[in-house]
Every structure is written in C-alpha cells, then in structure tokens.
C-alpha cells in the first residue's frame, strides 16, 4: 500500500462515482480500478459496494475513509512543517472556542501562549462544539475548545475543567429572593430561556437533558442564537437561563448556583487523534499553569479539576 492508492480511494469515496474519481486524479479509468482493487485485495476486505449508483462504502469502507483523511493530513502537516523549517517560515496554527470560553480561561491561555511561543501565529475561529469535530476531522482546524461531549472516533479529547451552572434570574422576582443554591425541581412552571438556537446537539440540549432526566418540564422554553441575548431577556423578565458561573456578566442579575452535581458543564480541548503536534503539549502545559496561578476569575467554588499530573497543582490557596 502506497499513498497513491490512499488517494485514489478517497477521491473515489468522496465522489461516489470511478470515472469522475479517475478524471480528478488524471489517470484513465481502467487502471484506476485496478488500483482500488489491487488495494481492496492487499487489506482483505471490500472497501466499495459497486452496484450501486453512487457507489457506497462499506463499514470497512467507511472506517479505511476516515483513518485515510487523517493519515493525507498527518502527510501535508509533514511537508509543511519541514517547508516552514527549510524556509524558516513562522508557523500557524487555528484555535476554534465556542463563545463563553472567552468569559474564562481562554483569553489568558492565549496570551500566555503568543509570549512563550512568539513566532507562532495563532488564529481564533468562533465555533459550535459539534461544528468544531468536523472541521478537525476536515484539517481546517488545528486545536478546539468546547463544551459537548461526544463519541467521535477520530478526536481525542481532555477535560479541562467541569465549570458548575448557575440560574440567572431578574432581581424582584420570586427566585431571586433567596441568594442561595437553587435545586432544579424549582424550576417547574418557569419560563426557560435557552442557548445556542443551532447548530444542534449544543449547550441548550445539555440542559433541556439535565431538566429532562429529573422530569422538570418548564412552562416554555425560548430559544435564542446566543449567550448575550438568553441574559438580555433575562434582565427583560422575560424568563430565567441556565448559563456557566464564569459567564455571570450581567451585574443586573441575580445568580444562583445550582444545587446538583451533575449540573456542570465541561470545558474540552479536542484534537485529532495520533496527533502529536508540539501545540498540543504546549497547550495542555500553559493551562496547568494558568490554573495553577488561581487567576482572579478561577473560581474555585463553582470549578472542578480532573485528577491527574497535569492538575497537580491545581487548588493551592
């Protein structure tokens, strides 16, 4: 097995069709299929269902595809990396975060990591937490920092830190009367306000899920595209919001902290897997140490830390 035949299979695999796959790699279809099926014979197994229009993927089709992207990947990050070293050109690399991240750590993590590292440019993309794997997956981006847990494969993922939630609540309304830990049954019969409105699954499934699994059903649920506009109605008393405690931004407010453990929300640093780029060791060793200083908005009381080497020094006061 060779790359050519790595690439002639993805090629066929995303256009579904041998003769459009053939004119994109610019050989003539016959010794193109004997390609794919010199390649089908060495794994031992079919990789393409033929009789059907378009082609499909096999199961084993479909998992050869995923793990040939990463390796076409891991080659262009390869010839890439030595262009840069040969010209002696900075490297770049591409940060996604979803938008309350940057209400904790993330802004300071960044700021540490252009001091240490300053011939590497960093780019912030903002991004959904699902739309983040995707793009990973596809080597648009290099690193991501989410908040929603999922069982991709082809990503490797590391929690951070479980930031608690928090009910922000209009001050003169019954709720806010009491400044204490709040349980989630009182939460029936209120007017929910949720976010982010797509893309889906997001942080608005992970507490409709957290509502839903005790049986709390609100008296409505409003949906809006993101953090700033959930506490604005808010403030409105147009409904309470469920949001991180670092995103408690609005001095308007009243909040307070759910009574439940389960009631958290992770912060996740997700990477592609078998990727052993130097940023992603580097990211991993700024956050220990970014925690271990106690920032100012690290709130200890409404964070928990994994157990591990990296978090050791996590919690000192």
């Excluded at 299979?9 to 050989?27: D, K, S």
């Excluded at 089709?61 to 040969?86: I, P, T």
């Excluded at 300071?108 to 990591?113: D, G, K, Q």
């Amino acid at each position: 097995m060779d790359l050519r035949h790595i690439r002639y299979f993805v090629a066929v695999a995303t256009t579904r069709n041998f003769t459009r796959a053939a004119e994109q790699m610019h050989i003539a279809q016959p010794p193109f299929s004997r390609q794919i099926q010199q390649l089908e014979d060495e794994l031992g197994v079919q990789l393409i269902q033929r009789n059907s229009r378009p082609v499909r993927l096999t199961e084993a089709g479909r998992l050869f595809y995923e793990q040939s992207l990463q390796v076409l990947q891991r080659v262009d990050q390869m010839k890439s990396a030595a262009r840069q070293v040969g010209l002696n050109q900075r490297q770049s690399i591409s940060i996604a975060y979803v938008a309350s991240t940057l209400y904790g750590g993330l802004p300071m993590l960044v700021r540490m990591f252009r001091k240490r590292y300053p011939d590497t440019d960093v780019h912030l993309v903002d991004m959904g937490s699902i739309q983040q794997i995707q793009e990973l997956r596809s080597g648009r981006i290099d690193l991501g920092f989410g908040r929603i847990r999922t069982n991709d494969t082809s990503v490797a993922r590391t929690v951070l830190r479980e930031e608690k939630l928090v009910l922000a609540i209009a001050p003169g309304t019954p709720l806010a009367a009491d400044t204490g830990r709040i349980r989630l049954p009182e939460l029936v019969g209120q007017r929910l306000i949720v976010y982010p409105k797509d893309p889906r699954p997001s942080f608005a499934d992970h507490v409709l899920g957290l509502l839903h699994d005790q049986g709390i059903q609100p008296a409505e649920v409003h949906e809006v595209r993101e953090l700033q506009a959930g506490l604005g109605l808010v403030a409105a008393e147009m409904g309470v919001c469920i949001v991180p405690a670092a995103a408690r931004l609005r001095s308007d407010l009243v909040y307070r902290l759910i009574d439940d453990e389960r009631a958290t929300s992770p912060i996740i640093l997700s990477h592609r897997v078998n990727d052993d780029s130097w940023y992603i060791a580097a990211i991993k060793e700024l956050t220990a140490e970014m925690y271990a200083q106690n920032p100012p908005w690290l709130d200890f009381e409404t964070n928990a830390f994994p157990a591990g080497e990296m978090y050791k020094r996590v919690g000192k006061r």
